[in-house]
């Protein structure tokens, strides 16, 4: 079996995420330019938490929009089980709005799909050797928060479940099947629905709907 170095297998970078063509490209990244590493892919949260459990990581690459339950209760459990296992969000979602939510849920760094694929090749050697990854923008986005500057939008200031419920919500899900996937109750669901009305000023679902698409968030 490879071994880089030392005894035992060569450990594994992780890669959760439920497109195909995505897992793909990430994994000949990994073979190409870390090739002291092996790359595993998984498509789900459950298999993502059976790999974690086996142990043998060196690194956990996640897409915040994944099979059972989401992203973020991924980074907050896995980072729980090893504080010291770096999680790397790769991700479409805008980093500006997501990528402090996951920095503050466990997340080492944040990339953006959108970006070139030298970026994610460079967060991923960041979080190997020890270090994090910040953008330009999410470095920005840090500061405000520190700072909290009164300009910061109004979503900010939801809990990062009302949060996650919220982008559910405006993507078309119905209360029982988020219920289902956050292993939650409906009457917690519609709860959490009522918070994010409250502190959005919202009168209605449409107005949800349209807040979500004026800022970004699907």
């Known amino acids: 079996m490879l071994k880089n170095g030392k005894e035992g297998p060569l450990k594994a970078i992780l890669v959760v995420d439920d497109h195909e063509i995505v897992r793909d490209g990430v994994t000949r990244i990994i073979k190409a330019d870390f090739g002291e590493y092996s790359p595993r892919a998984v498509s789900t949260y459950g298999e993502a938490m059976e790999a974690v459990h086996e142990g043998n990581l060196a690194l956990v690459i996640i897409d915040l929009s994944i099979l059972g339950r989401g992203g973020?209760?991924?980074?907050?459990?896995?980072?729980?089980?090893?504080?010291?296992l770096p999680v790397l969000v790769y991700s479409m979602h805008d980093e500006k709005d997501f990528g402090l939510r996951a920095i503050k849920s466990g997340a080492s760094g944040y990339v953006n799909k959108g970006?070139?694929?030298a970026e994610l090749k460079e967060a991923i050697k960041q979080l190997l050797n020890g270090k994090r990854y910040v953008s330009h923008d999410l470095a920005q986005n840090l500061v405000s928060f520190v700072?909290?500057?009164t300009d910061r939008p109004p979503h900010e200031r939801l809990s990062t479940r009302e949060f996650q419920i919220l982008c559910r919500l405006t993507a078309g899900a119905q209360i029982k099947e988020i219920a289902s996937e956050l292993f939650l109750?409906?009457?917690t669901v519609s709860t959490y629905r009522a918070r994010i009305f409250a502190k959005l000023d919202f009168k209605s679902i449409a107005d949800m709907v349209k807040y979500a698409v004026d800022h970004g968030l699907v």
Request: net charge positive; hydrophobic share 25%; glycine share 0%.
């Open 72 to 84: 973020i209760d991924l980074i907050q459990e896995i980072t729980s089980i090893n504080r010291d």
């Open 115 to 117: 970006k070139p694929t």
């Open 147 to 149: 700072r909290k500057d």
């Open 185 to 187: 109750s409906v009457k």
